[in-house]
């Protein structure tokens, strides 16, 4: 059993887990976008980052083909990542507005950046044997994550993968399961908060179904959550309780969105 978050990210640098993911990221190194001709591609499984005593968790879906594939951090080099690391310095979660490589200086400060795939996927589309096979990284993340106490998932495969890989997938009758949609926030057993998001991708942003102001208003709530008070006691992850949504569906603007609105980006 992996005994550290460095153990971890070791162990996924090394996968080699899924064929098809590989042998395409690897192409990506070789075949490089013209615009980063220059650049040496990573190429390889990208591991979590930040603070290992976080509270807050985001999960994304995979590293981008020329963002974290490109540069071996996550949400680093591609427009989701511009968007990601403005919102979490303006809440006082990152050192600087912007990331731009692994050796940039940059620092999250209680929050960590994880994913459900560890490789950029054709069409940023992992199967679901892809996604499976990855599943034991988030797994062994969130079980050395011990102070994580809020959870941001970025996009309804995130967010279903986070759910399965925390056992709230099994625990949970259908029923009572977290539901996806932008801005609802649900309250775990253990405590646990979680509020989902769409995915900050252009598919979503350059047709403004995610706004800045929709964007803001998700870190803002995230900040305020943790701003509440202390975690509830982890032991209730043995209870049977039912789920409490609090379908806390972000405003801004005097705008809502509607619960259950199917996301687009998978």
């Known amino acids: 059993m992996l005994s550290s978050i460095a153990a971890v990210n070791r162990t996924?640098?090394?996968?080699?887990?899924?064929?098809?993911?590989?042998?395409?990221c690897?192409?990506?190194?070789?075949?490089?976008k013209p615009e980063f001709s220059a650049s040496r591609y990573w190429g390889r499984p990208v591991p979590g980052f930040g603070d290992s005593g976080a509270r807050l968790l985001v999960v994304g879906l995979a590293p981008a083909a020329h963002g974290a594939n490109r540069t071996g951090r996550m949400f680093t080099g591609d427009s989701s990542g511009r968007w990601l690391y403005e919102a979490l310095y303006r809440y006082g979660f990152a050192s600087?507005?912007?990331s731009v490589s692994r050796d940039d200086g940059l620092?999250?400060?209680d929050c960590y950046i994880s994913a459900a795939a560890r490789c950029a996927p054709p069409a940023n589309r992992p199967r679901r044997d892809e996604l499976e096979r990855c599943r034991p990284y988030l797994e062994a993340e969130l079980r050395l994550l011990r102070r994580v106490r809020l959870v941001v998932t970025l996009g309804r495969i995130a967010h279903e993968s986070w759910l399965k890989a925390a056992?709230?997938?099994?625990?949970?009758?259908?029923?009572?399961r977290p539901k996806f949609g932008h801005g609802v926030t649900a309250r775990l057993p253990d405590g646990t908060v979680l509020i989902?998001?769409?995915?900050?991708?252009?598919q979503n942003t350059n047709?403004?179904?995610?706004t800045r102001a929709m964007w803001h208003a998700i870190f803002r709530r995230a900040r305020a959550v943790l701003e509440e008070g202390p975690p509830r006691d982890r032991s209730g992850l043995r209870r049977h309780d039912r789920v409490v949504h609090r379908q806390a569906h972000v405003r801004s603007h005097g705008s809502s969105v509607e619960p259950g609105r199917p996301e687009q980006r998978l």
Do not use: F, M, N
Request: net charge positive; aromatic share 8%.
């Open 26 to 32: 690897r192409r990506l190194a070789r075949d490089k």
């Open 96 to 98: 600087a507005p912007e």
């Open 196 to 202: 989902a998001s769409y995915h900050p991708s252009r």
């Open 207 to 210: 047709t403004r179904r995610l």
């Open 12 to 24: 996924i640098v090394a996968c080699e887990r899924c064929p098809r993911l590989r042998a395409y």
């Open 167 to 176: 056992g709230w997938w099994e625990r949970l009758r259908p029923r009572e």
């Open 107 to 109: 620092t999250l400060r």
